[in-house]
């Protein structure tokens, strides 16, 4: 009866192994392919950069802590699931561990065209790679950068294509949490003041608690006001700045903080436009605290120079770099760098990430990144380099 019961039980287990079998090749044959979707949705706001390491530019003579990103890059990450010593790192052809090797199976700019794309994401199990039954698929994430990576030219080094939407998505992700730099919050002291017509239904009020302070911030929170205000908001200041003069009627009556509200205010960063606006003519030049210019009885506190700055985004990010006031050439003693603490918590890939795409952009002026005829206007606290083109 032993005996019986011990050939019953090697029965069941070598029945089982052949229904594993059949299972494993049924998958792979496309009999249950309906039950797996290997396709991604594109998101190119994921940096993708073909090694590890990104040493940004400019960066000083010895990189410093936040001139380079570190982070997985396609190379690694074929490496990880197509190039171990077994598959496709060792005997089985084609060879996927060079960037000549693993470009030979890719379109530059278009990953639906590369072969490489279509085996990652194919539902057709004969074809996937990795294998279905090696039980090792491709992370989305992982997939998201081969696939940003090929979409923006497949190559050796990253540039302002993968640099900017990341760049962006960091700042208009991080620095509006908490209500902090958005839309909502800017706009709120216009409403609080009373400039436009709005009813308490379209403000709400928000407490940033930073024990032991209390700040709180008027939002404008009806969307189509908002909306209103801060593009004709936007409109005044950069006629106003084109020429200071002939439009010194544009000369914004806002500020964001006292004494026209008692509340602290700050601008939004909220899209790429906001961010450029910013840039090109920084918040502590559009909201003085104090009167700057009376015209007609009306007080106005935004400054008529938008080069004469001790701020700008750079410098209130990265700790690393002093900034000199663009208009007197003087550096600050001191850095600012308070955003990458405060405001969300960037880390040295964040920074570096927004610097680079900083000065690659093309849609940030020279003056703002090099200062008036490249005299420079940021330079690296430890070296004491100045940056210039």
Same mark, same amino acid.
């Given at each position: 009866?032993?005996?019986?019961?011990?050939?019953?039980?090697?029965?069941?287990?070598?029945?089982?192994?052949?229904?594993?079998?059949?299972?494993?090749?049924?998958?792979?044959?496309?009999?249950?392919?309906?039950?797996?979707?290997?396709?991604?949705?594109?998101?190119?706001?994921?940096?993708?950069?073909?090694?590890?390491?990104?040493?940004?530019?400019?960066?000083?003579?010895?990189?410093?802590?936040?001139?380079?990103?570190?982070?997985?890059?396609?190379?690694?990450?074929?490496?990880?699931?197509?190039?171990?010593?077994?598959?496709?790192?060792?005997?089985?052809?084609?060879?996927?561990?060079?960037?000549?090797?693993?470009?030979?199976?890719?379109?530059?700019?278009?990953?639906?065209?590369? =072969?490489?794309? !279509?085996?990652?994401?194919?539902?057709?199990?004969? =074809?996937?790679?990795?294998?279905?039954?090696?039980?090792?698929?491709?992370?989305?994430?992982?997939?998201?950068?081969?696939?940003?990576?090929?979409?923006?030219?497949?190559?050796?080094?990253?540039?302002?294509?993968?640099?900017?939407?990341?760049?962006?998505?960091?700042?208009?992700?991080?620095?509006?949490?908490?209500?902090?730099?958005?839309?909502?919050?800017?706009?709120?002291?216009?409403?609080?003041?009373?400039?436009?017509?709005?009813?308490?239904?379209?403000?709400?009020?928000?407490?940033?608690?930073?024990?032991?302070?209390?700040?709180?911030?008027?939002?404008?929170?009806?969307?189509?006001?908002?909306?209103?205000?801060?593009?004709?908001?936007?409109?005044?200041?950069?006629?106003?700045?084109?020429?200071?003069?002939? %439009?010194?009627?544009?000369?914004?009556?806002?500020?964001?903080?006292?004494?026209?509200?008692?509340?602290?205010?700050?601008?939004?960063?909220?899209?790429?436009?906001?961010?450029?606006?910013?840039?090109?003519?920084?918040?502590?030049?559009?909201?003085?605290?104090?009167?700057?210019?009376?015209?007609?009885?009306?007080?106005?506190?935004?400054?008529?120079? !938008?080069?004469?700055?001790?701020?700008?985004?750079?410098?209130?990010?990265?700790?690393?770099?002093?900034?000199?006031?663009? %208009?007197?050439?003087?550096?600050?003693?001191?850095?600012?760098?308070?955003?990458?603490?405060?405001?969300?918590?960037?880390?040295?890939?964040?920074?570096?990430?927004?610097?680079?795409?900083?000065?690659?952009?093309? !849609?940030?002026?020279?003056?703002?990144?090099?200062?008036?005829?490249?005299?420079?206007?940021?330079?690296?606290? =430890?070296?004491?380099?100045?940056?210039? =083109?």
């Amino acid at each position: 009866m032993k005996r019986f019961s011990s050939l019953k039980t090697v029965v069941i287990l070598l029945l089982g192994f052949l229904l594993s079998i059949t299972v494993i090749q049924c998958t792979k044959t496309g009999i249950l392919a309906e039950q797996l979707n290997r396709n991604i949705s594109p998101d190119s706001t994921v940096f993708a950069a073909f090694y590890d390491f990104t040493k940004i530019s400019p960066s000083d003579a010895v990189p410093d802590f936040n001139d380079s990103i570190v982070s997985k890059g396609v190379q690694s990450i074929i490496k990880e699931y197509c190039g171990i010593s077994t598959c496709h790192g060792g005997p089985i052809n084609p060879k996927l561990s060079t960037y000549e090797e693993i470009t030979r199976l890719v379109v530059p700019g278009n990953p639906e065209g590369s =072969k490489l794309w !279509n085996l990652l994401t194919t539902n057709d199990l004969n =074809k996937a790679m990795p294998p279905v039954n090696a039980t090792h698929e491709m992370a989305p994430g992982d997939k998201l950068k081969i696939y940003n990576w090929i979409k923006n030219g497949a190559k050796t080094s990253p540039d302002i294509a993968d640099f900017r939407p990341a760049a962006i998505r960091i700042i208009t992700t991080g620095c509006t949490s908490g209500n902090c730099h958005n839309v909502a919050t800017s706009t709120g002291s216009w409403a609080r003041k009373g400039l436009i017509a709005v009813t308490s239904a379209d403000t709400t009020t928000f407490a940033l608690i930073r024990p032991p302070s209390v700040t709180y911030y008027c939002q404008l929170s009806n969307v189509t006001l908002r909306n209103q205000v801060w593009n004709a908001y936007k409109d005044s200041v950069r006629k106003f700045y084109s020429d200071t003069a002939a %439009f010194a009627s544009f000369r914004p009556y806002k500020t964001f903080s006292t004494p026209v509200v008692s509340s602290s205010v700050r601008g939004s960063l909220s899209s790429y436009d906001d961010i450029l606006l910013d840039i090109n003519y920084p918040k502590g030049l559009r909201s003085n605290s104090t009167v700057v210019y009376s015209s007609n009885g009306n007080n106005f506190y935004v400054k008529g120079n !938008n080069l004469n700055s001790t701020s700008s985004l750079v410098s209130r990010i990265d700790s690393t770099m002093l900034l000199a006031n663009p %208009f007197t050439g003087v550096f600050a003693t001191s850095h600012q760098g308070d955003m990458a603490y405060s405001d969300g918590g960037l880390t040295r890939n964040d920074i570096a990430l927004i610097k680079a795409w900083y000065f690659a952009d093309p !849609n940030i002026p020279d003056i703002w990144k090099y200062g008036i005829g490249n005299a420079g206007i940021y330079k690296y606290r =430890k070296s004491g380099t100045i940056i210039k =083109k």
